[in-house]
């Protein structure tokens, strides 16, 4: 089955702690998001990235870092620079073509105890 | 930059009755408008898109309409039915950094 996975479906953390949400896909897709949503909001871009080695911040990319090392995999890191890392996290892949179709995964529900 | 508009936030309609959602954009090199789906719990999914170039798509019990010149676009859900409550995001994109810009959503709820 081709498609995006992303893991843990939950994680709890304590504050002060790194933690690193996993994103994986197989549709050998060359472009790959992440974004955050809070309760009742839209998405926010966090970081992207177009090519392997090489991503770009988004909207809200402070207390977040990621890497693009190979073209299936796009880790994000919540450091503890983040202030209110509670939140759902997605992550979504696409082609790079004029119709920007992208496909997601089902989501880390990340929690700060 | 672009800005993408949604309206309205939560809306509630009789099983069977239809629904309409309505998106605003700002910027006039946008040129590719999808909807997505997103169940509880779940990532969202692209249920219907259109291009710049076409003014009505329409798939089964859903259908988008775009008025270029105002710069607006609608999903409209015919019959609704239990299965189509969840939350509905609209987005556009000029397709000059493969980005979409992402309405706030609408909480769709089909009563009984």
């Known amino acids: 089955d081709g498609g995006i996975t992303q893991s843990p479906k939950y994680l709890f953390r304590k504050e002060g702690q790194n933690v690193t949400l996993s994103c994986e896909q197989n549709?050998?897709?060359?472009?790959m998001y992440w974004y955050r949503q809070d309760p009742g909001q839209g998405l926010r871009l966090i970081y992207y990235s177009q090519i392997v080695n090489d991503f770009q911040k988004g909207d809200i990319a402070e207390g977040y870092s990621v890497s693009r090392e190979k073209k299936e995999s796009f880790p994000l890191t919540v450091t503890s620079a983040q202030k209110n890392p509670t939140a759902f996290y997605l992550c979504?892949?696409?082609?790079?073509?004029?119709?920007?179709?992208?496909?997601f995964g089902p989501g880390t529900r990340l929690t700060v105890l | 930059g672009e800005n993408v508009e949604q309206h309205p936030s939560t809306l509630s309609v009789q099983e069977g009755d239809s629904a309409v959602i309505k998106c605003t954009y700002s910027?006039?090199?946008?040129?590719?408008f999808p909807w997505y789906k997103q169940e509880l719990g779940k990532g969202p999914q692209l249920i219907i898109d259109i291009r710049s170039n076409v003014g009505e798509k329409k798939d089964q019990r859903i259908a988008v309409t775009l008025n270029k010149t105002a710069k607006h676009f609608s999903l409209h859900i015919t019959e609704t039915q239990p299965e189509d409550s969840a939350v509905y995001f609209c987005a556009a994109s000029s397709g000059s950094n493969y980005q979409l810009i992402w309405g706030a959503g609408t909480k769709l709820i089909i009563k009984p």
């Open positions: 549709l050998n897709h060359d472009a």
């Open positions: 910027d006039s090199a946008s040129n590719y």
């Open positions: 979504a892949s696409s082609i790079m073509t004029l119709n920007n179709e992208q496909f």
